[in-house]
């Protein structure tokens, strides 16, 4: 897959997206960032650790989040952007289910599109990806759990995201699939998502997972979201054991380590 100049061997290898939040009220970092000197700062930080990508968010998807208007997340994530690119040789992900946010932040240097809707909120997403040729990442997400047979029904949910990306002309290689941990789902279906990566390979894309301090890890272990770095470690691993290809993180240092540590022993296992 190529993103921005960049190729990407998502079949054989692993990649790590640094998460850079230009908002007041991400829940675990918001406000650290949301000034173009500091995100900077951040970017060249994740650069040195190894981020292969860097995902650019401009409104708050925290649990009871409240939706800002489209020009407020455009005049967040817009000068970030372009700084970036002006700055630095990395692909830049714009996190957002607007297409009025995407196609702003797509001409100010965005190279791919992540949604956390899967093209389900606003369609012209998709047409949007198939017009500028574009990557994008369509996440599972639902307005209330699954009732039953969960990993068939985020499989479905899925199926019907990459039916709008088709209908719209997005081409297959430019997709990637992500269980969408944290996003309308149960403490219990969240550690299925992970437990199941697998199964949504079936579906035949590269599959990202994104559990980076996420109450998952928080539930599972008891800990507060600024004690969550092992925990995100682990699931890391668990990923790459179970084929994710791309993993959405803060800490990027560590993930990349344990990334790299789990790949060469898998393929020492083969």
Known sequence: MKIGKHEFDLKHDCYIMGILNVTPDS?????????????????????????????????????????????????????????????????????TYKSRVAEAAVAAGADMLNDIWGFRADEQMAALAARENIPCCLMHNRQEPAVSDFVATMKDDLMKSLEIAKSAGVKDEQIILDPGVGFGKTFEQNLLAVKHLDCLLELGYPVLLAT????????????????????????????VERGACMFRVHDVKENYRAMRMAQAIYNAME
């Open 212 to 239: 980076s301090r996420k109450s998952v890890v928080g539930l599972a272990l008891d800990l507060p979201k600024d004690q969550r770095v092992e925990g995100t470690v682990a699931t890391t691993v668990m990923g």
């Open 27 to 95: 829940f675990s970092d918001g406000g650290k960032w949301n000034d173009i000197d500091r995100a900077l700062y951040h970017v060249e930080e994740m650069i040195a650790e190894h981020a292969a990508i860097i995902d650019v968010g401009g409104e708050s998807t925290r649990p009871g989040y409240e939706r800002i208007s489209d020009e407020e997340e455009i005049s967040r994530v817009v000068p970030v952007i372009e700084a970036i690119n002006t700055r630095f040789d990395i692909p830049i992900s714009i996190d």
